[in-house]
């Protein structure tokens, strides 16, 4: 017969033994309401994931970028200046509209090297400005007017 005291130690000990018996690999349990279940993530010989991509409650998948990757696609054309600097090559459509975004406190340019493609100010803390990419695919490169270091580049596709 089991007393009082000794049914809660095996109480407590079978909660235990269940407990990490549904913590292992392949437990089983479903995921909570409202989020998907994904299958485990590929491990290399070290134990560590393999997987680039998150699987997203949506069900759409991110992926992560490539290590080095110097390119942005058109989505959301923008170009973020920060530090007296533009970022990475940005890549766009031809006539699509193009947004700088100028966090720094300074105001700068964003102006074509050659033939007038375009050239907006944008004041500083915060300031925004657009302009529309040239109709003519190619690479154009660009400086701030300001700030002779600052150059970038834009390729309309």
């Given at each position: 017969m089991v007393t009082g005291r000794k049914c809660g130690v095996v109480a407590a000990l079978a909660a235990l033994?269940?407990?990490?018996?549904?913590?292992?690999?392949?437990?089983?349990?479903?995921?909570?309401?409202g989020t998907s279940?994904?299958?485990?993530?590929?491990?290399?010989t070290a134990g560590t994931s393999t997987s680039?991509?998150?699987?997203?409650?949506?069900?759409?998948?991110?992926?992560?970028?490539?290590?080095?990757?110097?390119?942005?696609?058109?989505a959301g054309a923008a170009i973020t200046i920060k530090n007296f600097a533009y970022g990475p090559t940005l890549e766009v459509a031809a006539g699509s509209t193009v947004t700088v975004t100028n966090t720094d406190s300074a105001a700068h340019t964003v102006t074509a090297d050659q033939g007038g493609a375009f050239d907006v100010t944008v004041k500083g803390s915060g300031g925004t400005a657009?302009?529309?990419?040239?109709?003519?695919?190619?690479?154009?490169?660009?400086?701030?007017?300001?700030?002779?270091?600052?150059?970038?580049?834009?390729?309309?596709?």
């Amino acid at each position: 017969m089991v007393t009082g005291r000794k049914c809660g130690v095996v109480a407590a000990l079978a909660a235990l033994v269940l407990g990490v018996a549904g913590c292992g690999s392949g437990g089983g349990t479903a995921p909570p309401s409202g989020t998907s279940a994904s299958a485990p993530m590929p491990m290399d010989t070290a134990g560590t994931s393999t997987s680039t991509a998150a699987s997203t409650s949506t069900g759409t998948s991110t992926t992560a970028a490539s290590a080095g990757a110097s390119t942005t696609s058109s989505a959301g054309a923008a170009i973020t200046i920060k530090n007296f600097a533009y970022g990475p090559t940005l890549e766009v459509a031809a006539g699509s509209t193009v947004t700088v975004t100028n966090t720094d406190s300074a105001a700068h340019t964003v102006t074509a090297d050659q033939g007038g493609a375009f050239d907006v100010t944008v004041k500083g803390s915060g300031g925004t400005a657009t302009f529309t990419a040239p109709g003519t695919p190619g690479t154009y490169t660009y400086h701030c007017t300001f700030h002779p270091n600052m150059h970038g580049t834009l390729v309309v596709k």
